[in-house]
């Protein structure tokens, strides 16, 4: 049993400690040192442009951000040239200071895991293949046997480390089988594992689909969901998000239902309009910026796929030319079961990321144009691949455009490296976004059209021209409600105009565990502020804690940034909620003072027109009533 609590021993991470603030100054080229947030002019490649800068060790099926400095990659079972303890490597950490990779031991077949992060910071790797040998066929044991020694997958531990000396560990087996399952976070810290099947295939099927959800830590029996019983083939990998109502969005197919984990019922809403979202179809899936501005309530975003009907999701036809969908649609649960839609993507994609920027706006990268996510010999494949026409262009959303004008490339240049089945994608502190991964096969191969691919590359987003704010008095350990927290900004991280402390805000976010293009986890929350500007020019931002609900976003480790003139600093890692898995603790939340300019500035050339005239303005200092208010709107809709 996994213990709730961190054990006296246990390593802890360096939660935006003084080294793990200079490893990101030396990795983004940044000066600074705490309590100040590195800035300074970014470094990296152009902006708009990919950049290779190193090698992954091993392919990336599965990624996360665990600290400032690592990210860690899981592979499936397979004949990478890197060893360790006597077979290939499947695992790696990625340092991103030095862009250099460690292998290390994950021992199971995670081949189609999926995974999440507990509220005491452990990540867990769950569910997976059975055990393989050479060309993914299966091994004689299910306990390993040779070449490869993989035993079945199960559930697998991490509690990241920056000194090179944490390793992956096991811990028991899930109640039931699950391959391709999906893994939320829940309020309090704990994890929600839902559907998959035993033994895989290219979709799901009667003879194994497992069609419930269950906890870990454990709480008892699996328990079944309607909308899995009902959404054979394409119901692996149901695409799941905790609401602010504390109840769960699932996606499935073409249904879409709203489970109410703690009374064990659930109920359907619309279906999703125009294409199937799930894997392998594999559409981009986000849940949007949860702000003071919309009462932090979720809406969720899915572009692509596959408008497949349930009875060809057969290999007798030639799916690797199927064109994808253009589709992008939006659904706010707690609000409305109806689909809305948005501007359709520039063009059709499968298996393409949705990665959250600080700024708010959507990046959408890697995937391709037909076909969808998997592999197999059958005579139609691109050697192995059932997609072709890469997509090498990235694009960016922004919801705040007018229709019409809500996606654009301008600026951007593509990557030179393919990205199909098995590619993944992170936000990074610094901004940047890491790529890497790609391996349509069922083994490593170079000898294909669509290789296994270990280069990795940065994208780096339109704010990297920019100097970076360097914040001062950003807090380690964030909790719901309670006293919030003052930010120090300088004249220099306002651009020198007072104008934009008005729209500068404090985000904090979680890069979630990214494969089979969704990031398990990813979520973005906007937190309350108000300002002091000062006869210098520099300001304070007075900011709330979060709002007094976990469900809006969950207790563990997160990264928390300031973004000034839509520019964001370098996020530094925090805690949200208590470093424990249980009821976090909830206190009502104190109000903001007064947004205030300094008498010396009101009416200036680059000031506002009066202090009344910044607060109302800045439709985000609302205090006490604004924090109420979304709480409410959450409370309201479990009724």
Known sequence: MLPCSRAPGRRSRPFATAAALLVYAASTGAAGSPPAVP?????????????????????????????????????????????????????????????????????????????????????????????????????????????????????????????????????????????????????????????????????????????????????????????????????????????????????????????????????????????????????GVVMMPLTPKNNWTATVMFCGGQNIASNRWVTNWNIAQHPASQSCVQLTPDLSGAYTHVDPLPEGRTMGNLILLPTGQVVCLNGAGTGVAGYGNDSWAVGWSYADHPLLFPVMFNGSAPPGSQWSREGFTPSTVERMYHSTATLLPDGSILVTGSNPNPDYNVNVPYVTEYRVEKFYPPYF???????????????????????????????????????????????????????????????????????????ILHCSSLPPNPAIFQPGPAFIYVVVNHVPSVGIQIMVGSGQIGQQPVKPPAPLPTSVIAKNLVGSEKGNASVSGAWQANPRVRGWTGLVAGVVSAMMALV
């Open 39 to 283: 800035g300074g002019p970014a470094s990296g490649g152009p902006v708009g442009t990919f950049q290779i800068v190193g090698d992954s060790m091993v392919s990336a099926q599965q990624l996360f951000v665990g600290t400032a400095d690592k990210v860690y990659i899981v592979d499936k079972t397979e004949n990478n040239p890197t060893q360790i303890q006597g077979h290939p490597a499947w695992a790696a950490e990625y340092a991103l200071g030095s862009n250099s990779a460690r292998a290390m031991d994950v021992v199971t077949n995670s081949f189609c895991a999926g995974g999440n992060v507990l509220g005491n910071g452990t990540w867990v790797n769950i569910g997976g293949n059975q055990a393989v040998t050479t060309g993914g066929v299966t091994a004689a044991s299910q306990t390993g046997s040779p070449p490869y020694n993989d035993p079945d997958g199960g559930k697998s531990l991490l509690d990241p480390c920056d000194d090179g000396n944490c390793d992956w560990s096991l811990t028991g087996d899930l109640a039931t089988r699950r391959w391709y399952p999906s893994v939320e976070a829940l309020d309090d810290g704990s994890l929600l594992i839902i559907g998959g099947c035993e033994w895989g295939g290219f979709v799901n099927d009667a003879a194994q689909t497992n069609p419930t959800y269950e906890f870990f830590p454990p709480r008892g029996n699996p328990v079944t969901s309607p909308i899995l019983t009902q959404t054979l083939p394409a119901n692996l990998y149901p695409l799941t998000f905790l609401l602010p109502s504390a109840r769960v969005l699932v996606q499935t197919n073409w249904q879409t239902a709203i489970l109410d984990y703690k009374k064990g019922t659930e109920y359907r809403i619309d279906d999703v309009p125009d294409a199937v979202r799930t894997y392998p179809a594999s559409a």
């Open 465 to 539: 021209s920019s100097r970076r704010p360097q914040p001062a008095g950003l807090p380690l350990q964030v909790g719901y409600g309670g006293d919030g927290f003052d930010v120090t900004l300088s004249k220099d991280d306002l651009f020198g105009d007072i104008k934009h402390i008005e729209h500068a805000k404090v985000v904090v976010m979680r890069m979630g565990f990214s494969t089979h293009t969704m990031n398990m986890g990813q979520r973005m929350v906007e937190l309350e502020s108000s300002y002091t500007v000062n006869s210098d020019g520099s300001a």
